[in-house]
């Protein structure tokens, strides 16, 4: 199951639709990292809301897109991860620690925004 | 409500763990779980799955409701006849890991979990039970 990308100016918003396999999440790594190189992307989200369940194979890919992207001096906001998921993740000892999270995708708009004012 | 049907899977790739903890979530909610515990159970059986692909290759993951006379729940099993473990309380550690991964799985599934046993032998194999009661 493919996510799509979509270029909304200098930002990158990828919306997961459904539960993603392993394969699938590595695959939405390269495309992410592709895109961010090709079109010279300063910030990038991913939506999560229709992720069941984050186990640790999808937290560690989705801190690996967030470092490289970083690398690249652009920045990801993680939105929508539902509360229970988010409840499970603690009980199971997985931390998002230096990726950005944000309620919904307006507010991880607001947020790209404010961090690329700041860096103009 | 009467206790569902048992649910077998197997697991041979990436898109099984999707099937298995899809189907323990199903089978949770239907014993009447509430969305919270459905997602800490689909978690927990994430994990499992996982180490199976991982460590063994293939393996199973079955499912049932239990039903006492005073509470409900369900239990999952999570076999293989892959290498085994050789030292059970290292896996039980936070923070031990022999794939290189974030090396919570096992200690994070017990917390997971109201139950949770282990049994592995080099070379034969490792079974994982783990049980979660209606609260």
């Not at chain 2, 290498?83 to 050789?86: F, T």
């Given at each position: 199951m493919e996510v799509p990308i979509l270029k909304q100016g200098r930002f990158l918003i990828a919306t997961i639709q459904a539960a993603l396999s392993d394969a699938d999440l590595l695959q939405l790594r390269r495309a992410l990292i592709d895109k961010v190189i090709h079109f010279r992307s300063h910030g990038v989200i991913v939506d999560v809301t229709a992720l069941d369940v984050m186990d640790s194979f999808a937290t560690r890919t989705l801190r690996d897109i967030t470092n490289v992207i970083r690398l690249r001096g652009a920045d990801t906001v993680i939105v929508g991860i539902q509360p229970e998921v988010a409840f499970a993740m603690v009980q199971l000892g997985l931390t998002m620690e230096g990726v950005a999270t944000a309620l919904d995708l307006e507010e991880g708009l607001a947020h790209l925004q404010q961090r690329a004012a700041r860096n103009t | 409500m009467p206790v569902p049907q048992d649910i077998l899977v197997s697991i041979r790739s990436d898109v099984d763990i999707v099937l298995a903890r899809q189907q323990g979530r199903s089978m949770a909610t239907s014993i009447g779980f509430a969305a919270t515990d459905a997602t800490l159970i689909a978690t927990a059986i994430s994990e499992l799955a996982r180490n199976i692909v991982t460590y063994a290759q293939q393996g199973e993951v079955a499912m049932r409701g239990v039903e006492t006379s005073h509470s409900k729940g369900i239990v999952i099993v999570a076999r293989d006849n892959g290498?085994?473990?050789?030292s059970i309380p290292d896996v039980l550690r936070d923070g031990y890991s022999t794939s290189g991964g974030l090396g919570l799985g096992l200690p994070g599934v017990k917390r997971l979990m109201d139950e949770f046993a282990i049994e592995s032998e080099p070379r034969r194999g490792t079974t994982v039970t783990i049980r979660k009661w209606l609260k």
């Open positions: - | 290498p085994g473990i050789r």
